[in-house]
T-cell receptor
Framework: EADIYQTPRYLVIGTGKKITLECSQTMGHDKMYWYQQDPGMELHLIHYSYGVNSTEKGDLSSESTVSRIRTEHFPLTLESARPSHTSQYLC??????????FGPGTRLTVL | DQQVKQNSPSLSVQEGRISILNCDYTNSMFDYFLWYKKYPAEGPTFLISISSIKDKNEDGRFTVFLNKSAKHLSLHIVPSQPGDSAVYFCAASVGDDKIIFGKGTRLHILP
């Protein structure tokens, strides 16, 4: 079954650690996105990719980086986590922009 | 400045009655509007959409109405069911550009 996966679902980590949030999709979509969302707030686009070797920063400034070496894989990395990075991170993919399929999210807590 | 506004953080509706969720936007260039539904600890799922050339789109219990002159859209759910309790995000886009999300409205369906 075609789907989009995110791991880990929950992560509690100390300040200064390097972390990578994984996102994979089996739908063959070219477009993939990372959003950051805090409770009661809108989803903010932090990174997107329109295909292999294509990555762009989104509207919300983020200290994270992404890579797109394979169509199905779009990992997000924080080199040095800080408490201000505590949030929910949502990955999405789409064939046409207007209908994005979301993964279950990673809830990150940085102590 | 928020381009997509959902001014009601929460809404409670009796089971079986109509739920009406509202959304206002400021960018007159938006030409596609979407509603997403989100359960706790899950990613948003696409619910229904409408193009700016239409003023109504219906899918089962869900109907979206668009009033371009008022820059307003609404989602009607009838009849409301317990499984409809979730956070609903209004979103909009210009052509093939990125989707802009509102802050969401939490809908509670009361027994």
């Amino acid at each position: 079954e075609a789907d989009i996966y995110q791991t880990p679902r929950y992560l509690v980590i100390g300040t200064g650690k390097k972390i990578t949030l994984e996102c994979s999709q089996t739908m063959g979509h070219d477009k993939m996105y990372w959003y950051q969302q805090d409770p009661g707030m809108e989803l903010h686009l932090i990174h997107y990719s329109y295909g292999v070797n294509s990555t762009e920063k989104g509207d919300l400034s983020s200290e994270s980086t992404v890579s797109r070496i394979r169509t199905e894989h779009f990992p997000l990395t924080l080199e040095s986590a800080r408490p201000s990075h505590t949030s929910q991170y949502l990955c999405a993919s789409s064939e046409v922009l207007n209908e994005q399929f979301f993964g279950p999210g990673t809830r990150l807590t940085v102590l | 400045d928020q381009q997509v506004k959902q001014n009601s953080p929460s809404l409670s509706v009796q089971e079986g009655r109509i739920s009406i969720l509202n959304c206002d936007y400021t960018n007159s260039m938006f030409d596609y509007f979407l509603w997403y539904k989100k359960y706790p600890a899950e990613g948003p799922t696409f619910l229904i959409s409408i193009s700016s050339i239409k003023d109504k789109n219906e899918d089962g219990r869900f109907t979206v109405f668009l009033n371009k002159s008022a820059k307003h859209l609404s989602l009607h759910i009838v009849p409301s069911q317990p499984g409809d309790s979730a956070v609903y995000f209004c979103a909009a886009s210009v052509g093939d550009d990125k989707i802009i999300f509102g802050k969401g409205t939490r809908l509670h369906i009361l027994p």
